[in-house]
């Protein structure tokens, strides 16, 4: 008598748990991506820039634990701080002062480094562009599925980016290499950190879809170091990148966390400055974009019912005869993803300049040399 | 005022020329004294707090203080500094082999250069003649880093107890630099004899350049360019505040972040720190806080005149190398500093000029220095010199348009014939006689040393002194004797040409002096401009002889040695006046040959000239 509830219980059970099933396959197909890259920069030299050598190794720590492979991470440092003559601690990069956390360790693989971090080089990897003799670990072989981290740090300004003090990567530059890197189906995702002053102004002319960006601090803000160690002689890391690192400590590769906890690391009161983020252009809702998404490098499981079958043999295709109307049809490209009609963005307001000071010259001159000429006396007659 | 509607006839245009040149000649004198003041008002106020700037560090690679000094024997270094002392009386002068030793005892590579010199008359201040000495330095090489960049620490091997400390200090720091593995550059420990003849041969044998005639064997170890210098000068075991000296040879100063420098690690060790041995007083808007910043920069500013190098670090500043000299002051204060401190000073501010990529250059290079932690540039102390300058191109331009004016019409309306332009003559040869009367200051006071020694009962540098002086004098007695020369009378616009080519021939002088040496130009200028402006040969022949020689250079000289020694708190009487002032013109003669000092041929072949043709223009018939 009992057995007919428990077998009721025991269907139900099966039942949910299958529902349970296509749930967690519902939410492994939510995010779309199949391989995870990163590419981290940093951009500044000299040894008073320890801090940002360390910013982009911390990160590369958290990446790789997360899962990430080196063969999937482009990192380009342009100063070796590890063997500087400066360094009292040589083949050391601490970002914890005390010299708590050594982010170079023993297996540390930099890819660009030195002179080689460029923008030039730097512009090529994102879009793909490098010669052929360029070995693979040197360049992004990403795919449409591929979700893409991108993490910059040095020094900034209202715009630009500084690369080893001798030229600059302006934030248009950077939205035309995203937005080729669409068009080309470089990447499925992309998550755009920087951590330099006046951070914000370099999403600001993103316009290709799927971008979310993160930033250390607004246009007009100064974002600040931390960690000064008295024994190193230098500040050994940046306030936003430091507790980055606090919180990606935390992430593991199963961890469900997502873009809204990202979103609320360092606020105005740890970091000083006021960390900003972009995500009008992400299409999906970034409550629902997991942090391993992006840092981590999660396998995704396809669960198929159809059967696949191989018995046939291929056939070949017949050729049709040519038609001669077809002859003038000219081919274009399908709009595959109506980015306009997606995203609205507002017309950007142009500030209205005063007259240039030249023309206000010029025309200063002009009246001068009429008056001088005709006399004084005339200009009762303008006034 | 003239009625509009004339328009823009000839004759009005004529007008209103006349009157322009009416009110130019009018307002002439009142325009020029109104500048003078204004120029001698705005100096004065440079001191003043509010128009100066804090100091602070420009160099992005120095930054701050950050940094962890560790140095921890003091003591050992002072019983270094001991036995240096005990080693030192018992040579009779430069222990070089027990240095060398010690140096390399303490893992340095040690060499030595011995040079020699005899200098052109002897030095009474420091009693020599002929120089022969050793220079011993070592070099600790940077452990992981290429040879191309040094910075070097030198202390001077004095006669007597002075400065043993800081040579014990120098061996304490090698000893615990050369256990330490971040230097990036060499640093070279030097320890000269001699001081300055010593560094001067020193450095021109480290650089391969022979500019002052000196005997040096060249240098077997070298470190790179090198980069900066400090050193330094330490005659006690405990010190109770530290001076740091900037001004060197021409009155050429090292890059201020140097100063930012050591004046940064001083707030942060809390060592009491002077420039020109004044303490800093926060009271600005009192009058005794206002008097002792103008004290201080009124130091600096005779000080950098003078164009001698007041420390060792003074011949580095020609090479382009940044360097200071820092003292170590005992006075009667309470809290008193020990060796150890100073050793972390020196520690903190070698750690932080490590790091630097490339030369000091990001901060000022001609300022002036009221106090430690302000500093005025040369973009507003130059104004003072300019409002000076402007009164002699006021002059020229009164001069000038005199010259142009249509001759006054006699009463029966014929013009004056004589009124016709000057013979070149009569310009030039005042001319070349002023300046082979400069000529003859300059080169006979050495020639003829040997004569006068035999004919007078004096000794060699009082030889050349008196001959100096007995030379300028004389050259007072020339307008006399030149119009003997000259045939028949000077005109009235003879004397106004002369004053015109003058008046110019001094401005371009007095700027382009105070360009590189604006302490140096601005004083001459505040007693050559007046004589410039009001010197005719209508005003009262005796009162402006007399204020004419008052402000000649060589009182200005003298009115500055008794100043300096007013502001220095050591006034002296008359009779010691008097033998400093013999003794400073002996040791700016000395500077000259012997490291290449321009204030002595400048007085004496340019300006002295200048001053002559005034003296000219006065006796002018």
Redesign the interface.
Known sequence: MKLLPLLVLFTTLLKTHCVNIEENAGQFFSSGHTNNWAVLVCTSRFWFNYRHVANTLSVYRSVKRLGIPDSHIVLMLADDMACNHRNPKPATVFSHKNMELNVYGDDVEVDYRGYEVTVENFLRVLTGRLPPSTPRSKRLLSDDRSNILIYLTGHGGNGFLKFQDSEEISNVELADAFEQMWQKRRYNELLFIIDTCQGASMYERFYSPNLMALASSQVGEDSLSHQPDLAIGVHLMDRYTFYLLEFLEDIHPASKTNMNDLFKVCPKSQCVSTPGHRTDLFLRDPASVLITDFFGSVRKVEITREAVNLSDPIEQEQESPMNDDEHGKVFSYADQLPVSEIIHQKPKQKDWHPPDGFILGLWTLILLVFFRTYGVKHLKHIF | MKP?DEGSSLSGLLRYRGQQDGLLTRLNAPICAVCYFAGVAWFMGLAFEPFTLRTYMSE??M?ST???ERFPSGERALATGREFAAHKKRVGGMPVDWLVKTMQARGLEVFTQSFSRTLPFPDENKERFMVKGTNVYGILR????PRTEALVLSAPCSPGDNNNQAVGLLLGLAHYFRN?????KDIIFLVNEHDLIGMQAWLEGYHHTNTTGMDWSPLQGRGGSIQAALSLELSSDVITSLDIVLEGLNGQLPNLDLANLFYAFCQKIGVLCTIQGKLQRSDWDSVSGYSQAVQTMMLMVLKQASGRPWGDHGLFLRYHIEAATITGINSFRQYKTDTTTIGRLLEGMY?KL??L?ERLHQSYFFYLMPSLSHFVSIGYYMPAFGLLAVILLLRALDLWVQLSAPPPRTEDGIVDVEQSSPGLLSVLTPLVISHLTGAALYMLPIRFQDMAVEHFPVSETEAVVLTAIAVYTAGLALPHNTHRLLSGEGTEQGWRVLKLVAVLYLAVLLGCTALINFSLGFILALSLVPVAAFVTPHVPKVLSAFVLVILSPACTLLFSVFFFQELQEMPVSFQDGWLLYLSVISQGILDHSLYGSLVYPLIALLIYPCWLLFWNILFWK
């Open positions: 509009r992005n690679a930054g950050m940094v962890e940077a452990p992981r880093a330490q593995i971040f230097w990036a750690r490590n790091n990529l």
